[in-house]
């Protein structure tokens, strides 16, 4: 009994009490700032170098749903007109709020129609579908619910089953083998329901934009209602765009 | 001589594998097998050309890779299975097969990999059936309850009894040999980055020693280092969260969030060093892309004593709970000569009481000026897979923090040239699931034509089958939790 106490007061009091600020690594690469500098002449470095083709010249642009952080533009650009920053709260309700521009400083997502926040505004029960993803997203997803992060304190958790669950939330490409499987699951989520899209992955493809084993047919089909860009998204990533979303405190 | 005989990441010309005729090919590799030597790829030396394959076995005694050729120039493009003697060739059979268009003859069970269609076209692949009284069939998966990869289960079962267990995969395929091929060196490691999320360090490594082989280049001692104390983390990291998972399994909440905790502190502590929670950015052709300076090496140190004295209350709490010993200790009970007839590997297979491990038997980069004892336990159950991994976490904070505290000075990244042109190389890393193998072979104009990569899980999937017979199937979930393996990089 003794032990166990002494394993509970080892414990600490390890959760992030304000997810919206915590600290993070000194060398997290978060939202990417996009500074006045001006570009050289003819200068494509950082879009030549970007291994997932997430940046737009004249002018410049990086589109989260695409961009895995690793910073290769950062170092490529001679201007210095690229910056990770160390904010991690980023989310969109649009695949086009993904697209970062010079000035901005941070995207948050549009709210939730009333109908969504009255129905899941307190409680939320997700199932997550993993379609081609590496397990970095699951991991993350994984970590929401753990001590740290314990994003059930918000009501919000992942279910087991679609049947319990009032949305899905996809990570990876969606493999030609994960498609159907995909799709069964989303329709056997009761009405009303939710897409949410984790990952470089899930929302572009990532770096598997071009194989040929993936199958993206289900995203034209239904509507996006949330977009978590990362590769993998910080679990305060998605904890906090879920309650941006909602509109939750 | 008509075996090649190289090193783990020691390049060679491709002209110095002899491609044997069939027959010669099929006495050669029985010979190799039969000596007890592993099998650890079986592929063509060019992806789209399927004429000539290379049998590749690694042999732990002598620390030696054997590489056997085989010209099936004037087709036909049969392969006699050696799988019936040796269970181990079985899987890697199927896969040829499945990816490259080779009929099989002899083989006891050929079946998908990793698409269903290849094989039994249209018709779905017919799982092994049993029938009687009181017998009952379930079907798991793909999508499983909890934030997990997919993957389908199929158990026979006699009451709660588990007869036969069969794993059907490929869910996550993606792709990821075929996109290696055409990409240039910054997707690549994207790419590499993204075999399996849990195991960027394990892949990046054997995927860096690969192509820095074939450019001729050897990265400098700290970059070495730093990249095997990433290496050590990720692993100490994965071994904490299996046993918060295994905890889990057994309804034992405090072990389990205990070690949740403590499984933060580990990857916040590889975020320290480049950022990203997973280690991903920190290796490059070459070295490494971020040094450890003198404040981060504090509160790295900070960090790896306060985990390691945390982990040892908790591991002697779980080990000593009688509640969860009775559930580990004989349950899903795989044997030694199982376990290396089918080829088992890393903590799977030491488990069992054989001795493999890479950083040991084929040490690499820094494993070769500093070295880590090996960890084996004899009973193959749950117990013996959760306290191995107990075993190594201590081992390695011993390595990371000898590691730390005497790193040397020096450059962190060296230049890289080009592929050097028909020349290959195997590139063996231990993973903290097992051992990682990746084949680079480049073309004429050293642009690379084949890329294999074997993940520990490619092995390892069968064991969990294993060691589902006749155990409850109850105890599936804490089997599972115990083997941990990898949907992503089994599926590739």
């Not at chain 1, 060398?27 to 737009?56: H, M, Q, T, W």
């Not at chain 1, 505004?121 to 590496?134: F, H």
Request: hydrophobic letters at 40%; proline letters at 4%.
């Amino acid at each position: 009994m003794l032990d166990v106490l002494k394993i509970r007061i080892l414990q600490g009091d390890p959760i992030v009490h304000d997810v919206r600020k915590n600290g993070t690594s000194p060398l997290y690469r978060g939202f990417p700032l996009i500074s006045d500098a001006k570009c050289l002449a003819g200068c494509k470095e950082c879009a030549n170098i970007c291994p997932v083709n997430a940046i737009s010249l004249d002018p410049v642009s990086i589109d989260l749903g695409k961009c895995v952080f690793c910073p290769e533009c950062e170092k490529a650009c001679p201007q210095k007109k690229i910056s990770f920053s160390r904010n991690y709260i980023m989310s969109s309700t649009t695949r086009n709020g993904l697209i970062v521009k010079n000035g901005m400083s941070s995207i948050t997502p549009e709210k939730a129609s009333e109908k969504i926040r009255k129905y899941f505004g307190r409680s939320l029960k997700l199932r997550q579908v993993s379609a081609g993803g590496c397990s970095g997203c699951e991991l993350e997803l994984n970590a929401c619910g753990n001590i740290n992060f314990d994003m059930g304190r918000f009501g919000i958790e992942f279910a087991a089953s679609p049947r319990h669950s009032d949305g899905i939330v996809i990570t990876g490409p969606i493999t030609k083998n994960m498609a159907e499987a995909t799709q069964i699951c989303y329709d056997a989520v009761p009405d009303p329901k939710i897409i949410i899209l984790t990952g470089a992955c899930a929302i572009s493809g990532g770096i598997f934009q071009n194989s040929t084993e993936i199958d993206r047919s289900f995203l034209d089909k239904h509507k996006i209602d949330l977009y978590v860009p990362g590769c993998p998204p910080n679990p305060l990533t998605f904890v906090t765009a879920v309650l941006n979303w909602l509109d939750r405190k | 001589m008509s075996q090649l005989n190289i090193h783990n990441t020691q390049h060679f010309k491709l002209d110095n594998i002899v491609f044997l005729k069939n027959a010669d090919f099929r006495r050669t590799v029985s010979e190799d097998l039969q000596a007890g030597k592993r099998m650890i790829a079986l592929c063509p030396v060019d992806r789209n050309d399927r004429s000539k394959i290379i049998a590749v076995f690694a042999d732990s005694s002598t620390s030696m890779i054997t590489v056997t050729g085989c010209d099936f120039a004037n087709g036909p493009y049969e392969l006699e299975s050696f799988a019936d003697k040796f269970p181990q060739t079985n899987f890697f059979e199927c896969e040829l097969a499945e990816s490259h268009g080779f009929s099989l003859l002899n083989h006891p069970w050929q079946r998908p990999v990793r698409k269903q269609t290849v094989i039994n076209g249209s018709t779905p692949y017919k799982f092994f059936g049993i029938t009687g009284d009181e017998i009952h069939e379930v079907a798991v998966g793909p999508i499983h309850a909890g934030v997990i990869e997919p993957g389908h289960f199929r158990f026979q079962c006699h009451g709660e009894l588990v007869y036969n267990l069969e794993i059907n995969l490929g869910y996550q395929h993606r792709g990821i040999e075929e996109l290696i091929i055409k990409a240039n060196a910054i997707r690549r490691i994207i790419l590499n980055e993204s075999i399996a999320g849990d195991t960027v360090m394990g892949h990046m490594s054997a995927h860096c020693n690969a192509i820095e082989s074939l450019c001729n280049i050897t990265p400098g001692l700290r970059a070495q280092i730093i990249r095997s104390i990433g290496e050590e983390i990720e692993r100490i990291a994965m071994h904490i969260g299996c046993l918060s998972g295994i905890a889990n399994d057994v309804g034992f909440a405090l072990a389990a969030n205990s070690y949740g905790r403590i499984r933060t502190i580990m990857i916040n502590s590889l975020g320290l060093i480049c950022g990203s929670r997973f280690g991903r950015g920190l290796f490059n052709y070459g070295g490494v892309k971020f040094d450890i300076d003198e404040i981060t090496m504090k509160t790295l140190l900070a960090n790896m004593r306060s985990v390691k004295s945390d982990i040892a209350q908790i591991n002697a709490l779980m080990f000593s709970s009688v509640g969860a010993l009775s559930r580990f200790e004989n349950t899903g009970n795989v044997s030694f000569s199982d376990a290396s007839s089918t080829g088992l590997v890393g903590i799977a297979a030491r488990s069992c009481d054989i001795k493999t491990d890479t950083r040991v038997n084929f040490p690499y980069g820094a494993y070769r000026y500093s070295h880590l004892s090996m960890m084996t336990m004899l009973t193959g159950d749950v117990f013996a897979r959760a306290k191995i991994r107990s075993l190594e976490i201590d081992e390695s904070f011993r390595y990371v923090i000898e590691q730390l505290e005497n790193l040397p000075e020096g450059s962190i990244s060296v230049d890289h040239g080009d592929l050097a042109a028909g020349k290959a190389v195997i590139s063996m890393t231990e993973g903290f699931r097992g051992e990682i193998v990746h084949i680079a072979i480049t073309d004429k104009s050293g642009n690379l034509m084949q890329y294999k990569i074997k993940d520990p899980s490619f092995n390892n999937w069968y064991g969990l089958s294993l060691a589902l017979r006749n155990t409850a199937i109850s105890d599936f979930p804490l089997c599972n939790k115990s083997f941990d393996l990898s949907y992503a990089g089994h599926d590739l």
